[in-house]
């Protein structure tokens, strides 16, 4: 089985462009989609990437995700930084269809 | 708009049971599949249960499988998890996700708290 491991924390300031990664220890990170969840503080989640890099509706365009084979990981970008994006932000991938695999999150801090 | 909303969380003492339900709108819940994912306490995610449209196709986390049933009810727009012999592990909030078709979710509701505790 593999993890997805990402960064504890990011921070950025407004109207910046942040990146967060997600490394995929072991297999193919094309093999199977990303999805990204973000969960703001003491709300539920928001997905707002899912299959690698298609946005929900209702999603900000400010949000994009990616696939970079080379690192073996898959990428969530957020630009035009706003202090409501100040969230944890989940990866998620999967095994099979009763393996999935969370990413332990990230926080992204806007200051 | 598409919306989820859990019920039924609480406290229960180890070993008891608990049903939480989830009441879907805003989409027709007859063509989607769903999914229950936990969150214990300052802890990560866990995918714990999927039921299909029909359902006709059922999935558990081994951490939960013999102890909790997944069912639907379409009439009602309905999701239930039935859950049983619940231990302190089993302590978190439980979110209904709509499944985004590619093994994930792509709306959740806001969640319910279980917590087991003597």
């Known amino acids: 089985n593999f993890m997805l491991t990402q960064p504890l924390s990011v921070s950025e300031s407004p109207g910046k462009t942040v990146t967060i990664s997600c490394t995929r220890t072991s297999g193919n990170i094309a093999s199977n989609y990303v999805q990204w969840y973000q969960q703001r503080p003491g709300s539920s989640f928001t997905t707002v990437i899912y299959?690698?890099?298609?946005?929900p509706s209702g999603v900000s365009d400010r949000f994009s995700g990616s696939i970079d084979r080379s690192s073996n990981s898959a990428s969530l970008s957020i630009s035009g930084l706003k202090t409501e994006d100040e969230a944890v932000y989940y990866c998620q991938s999967y095994d099979s269809s009763t393996d999935w695999v969370f990413g332990g999150g990230t926080k992204l801090t806007v200051l | 708009e598409v919306q989820l909303v859990e019920s039924g969380g609480g406290l229960v003492q180890p070993g008891g049971s608990l049903r939480l339900s989830c009441v879907a709108s805003g989409f027709t819940f007859s063509n989607h599949n769903i999914n229950w994912v936990r969150q214990a306490p300052g802890k990560g995610l866990e995918w714990i249960s999927y039921i299909n449209f029909k359902s006709t196709t059922i999935y558990y986390a081994d951490s939960v499988k013999g102890r909790f049933t997944i069912s639907r009810d379409n009439a009602k727009n309905s999701v239930y998890l039935q859950m049983s012999s619940l231990g302190v592990e089993d302590t978190a909030i439980y979110y209904c996700?709509?499944?985004?078709?590619?093994?994930?979710?792509?709306?959740w509701g806001q969640g319910t708290l279980v917590t087991v505790s003597s």
């Open positions: 996700g709509r499944d985004s078709g590619i093994v994930g979710v792509d709306y």
């Open positions: 299959e690698d890099n298609r946005r």
